[in-house]
């Protein structure tokens, strides 16, 4: 069965202190990864999608990477409005999109 | 350019009782799918449509049931509710129905007392 795994479950950090998340998944026909961003009482709010191994793509303080196995999400100086739970997703060839259970991120002034 | 709208935001059921959601997709967008989020279980698929047509469906009981109009509104019903079924409902739309770039609505809070 397809899965997506994501570690930490949760992380606190400095305001500037920087970080990544990681999103690992079961290898068998990935045509998309998708990271979002969820703020409580809200729906997800798309950052990026990578198709194949060795892309990035960036947006501010957010640097998205993917492997064969992984994706990162790395946080540079992040800021308190940065809190959010990010969560990743992948369609592994149907019209659905499987999604880990995310990383709850906390940013302390 | 209008989001993806779903109404109503919160709903309180009793148990037995069955509801319907609503979900308006963005303009031009053919495939809705339906998702049920939860603190235990996170997000999980419960079906996709497009253009009219059922084309995948998650792991979920019959209870679960859904539909979408020739102009893509969707409608998903939950009959015979449980207090299992209370989460937070998401409604994703894209254009091209391929399972990729998904944009979601703010979701449907299901209370079940």
């Known amino acids: 069965e397809d899965q997506v795994t994501q570690s930490p479950e949760a992380l606190r950090l400095q305001e500037g202190e920087s970080s990544s998340l990681n999103c690992s998944y079961t290898?068998?026909?990935?045509?998309?990864l998708f990271w979002y961003r969820q703020d409580p009482g809200k729906g997800p709010e798309f950052l990026f999608t990578?198709?194949?191994a060795g892309e990035e793509k960036e947006k501010e303080r957010l640097k998205a990477t993917l492997t064969k196995k992984e994706s990162f999400l790395h946080i540079t100086a992040p800021k308190p409005e940065d809190s959010a739970t990010y969560l990743c997703?992948?369609?592994?060839?149907?019209?659905?999109?499987?999604f880990g259970t995310g990383t709850r991120l906390t940013i302390i002034p | 350019k209008a989001g993806v709208t779903q109404t109503p935001r919160y709903l309180i059921k009793t148990r037995g009782q069955q509801v319907t959601l609503s979900c308006s997709p963005i303009?031009?967008?053919?495939?809705v799918s339906w998702y049920q989020q939860t603190p235990g279980q996170g997000l999980q698929f419960l079906f996709e449509?497009?253009?009219?047509?059922?084309?995948n469906k998650g792991n979920f009981p019959g209870r679960f049931s859904g539909r979408q109009f020739s102009n893509s509104r969707s409608e998903m019903n939950v009959s015979t509710l449980e207090l299992g079924d209370s989460a937070l409902y998401l409604c994703?739309?894209?254009?091209?129905?391929?399972?990729?770039?998904?944009?979601f609505g703010s979701g449907t809070r299901l209370t079940v007392v």
């Open positions: 303009s031009g967008h053919r495939s």
């Open positions: 997703a992948v369609n592994f060839g149907n019209e659905k999109l499987t």
């Open positions: 990578l198709y194949s």
């Open positions: 290898v068998s026909g990935l045509r998309g």
């Open positions: 994703a739309s894209t254009y091209t129905g391929t399972g990729l770039g998904y944009t």
């Open positions: 449509y497009f253009s009219e047509t059922q084309r």
